[in-house]
């Protein structure tokens, strides 16, 4: 059911900066804010940002997001090993009437 | 404080039927949209559907039409998802979502593990 396409994985080493793309189409990013969830392992997703670049309160500023046309991405700045978890973007698609998500990245702090 | 608590681990076997829930609580429940999202063992987040507390017709993802109900009853702030009769396929975890008046989806529920094996 994923329509937004993310890369499987993403590593780097404590204090790097790692990004995640985020690519859908015209009815999704291309007419929607994109939003991005962090689920730790083990735990529900929650929020991490929203409206492409704009973060929930108490959501640290080493995360940033960024839209441009129909792909998105969301940049880690600084990581530390407690960022290690799935990364999902979403999005409303206007032509399928739901809310989709990407497949999903695994970052891994190594 | 926005909360949204789900329901217990439920172990079931094919064919059974299952209503899960969610109960809303720290905002206005009739207010805000509240939707079910499916998770599978190790795979990524599925739209399920969406339903408004005062109104009367969910809106379901084409890939779970048919498949389950979403209800809700907002004198209790509790949203449902029900299966009349469950496959191993609906083994996975739920969770419900609320969404806010700009569309966003904000807040989750802690999931609910639903396990489906004879």
């Known amino acids: 059911q994923s329509v937004l396409t993310q890369p499987p994985s993403v590593s780097g080493t404590p204090g790097q900066r790692v990004t995640i793309s985020c690519s859908g189409g015209?009815?999704?990013?291309?007419?929607?804010?994109v939003n991005w969830y962090q689920q730790l392992p083990g735990a529900a997703p929650q929020l991490l940002m929203f409206s492409n670049n704009r973060r929930p309160s108490g959501v640290s500023d080493r995360f940033s997001g960024s839209k441009s046309g129909t792909s998105a991405s969301l940049a880690i700045d600084g990581l530390q090993s407690e960022d290690g978890g799935d990364y999902y973007c979403?999005?409303?698609?206007?032509?399928?009437?739901?809310?989709?998500f990407g497949t999903g990245t695994e970052v891994t702090v190594l | 404080e926005v909360q949204l608590v789900q329901s217990g681990a439920e172990a079931k076997k094919p064919g059974d039927s299952l209503k899960i829930s969610c109960k809303g609580s720290g905002y206005i429940f009739s207010s805000y949209w509240i939707g079910w999202v499916r998770q599978m063992p190790g795979k990524g987040l599925e739209w399920m559907g969406i339903i408004f507390p005062d109104d009367s017709g969910p809106k379901y993802s084409p890939s779970f039409q048919g498949q389950v109900t979403i209800s809700v009853d907002k004198s209790i702030s509790t949203a449902y998802l029900q299966w009349t009769s469950l496959k191993g396929s609906d083994s996975a975890t739920y969770y419900c979502?609320?969404?806010?008046?700009?569309?966003?989806?904000?807040?989750w529920g802690q999931g609910t593990l639903v396990t489906v094996s004879s």
């Open positions: 979502v609320r969404r806010s008046a700009w569309s966003l989806i904000d807040y």
């Open positions: 015209n009815f999704n990013i291309g007419s929607n804010t």
């Open positions: 979403a999005a409303w698609d206007d032509s399928l009437s739901i809310y989709v």
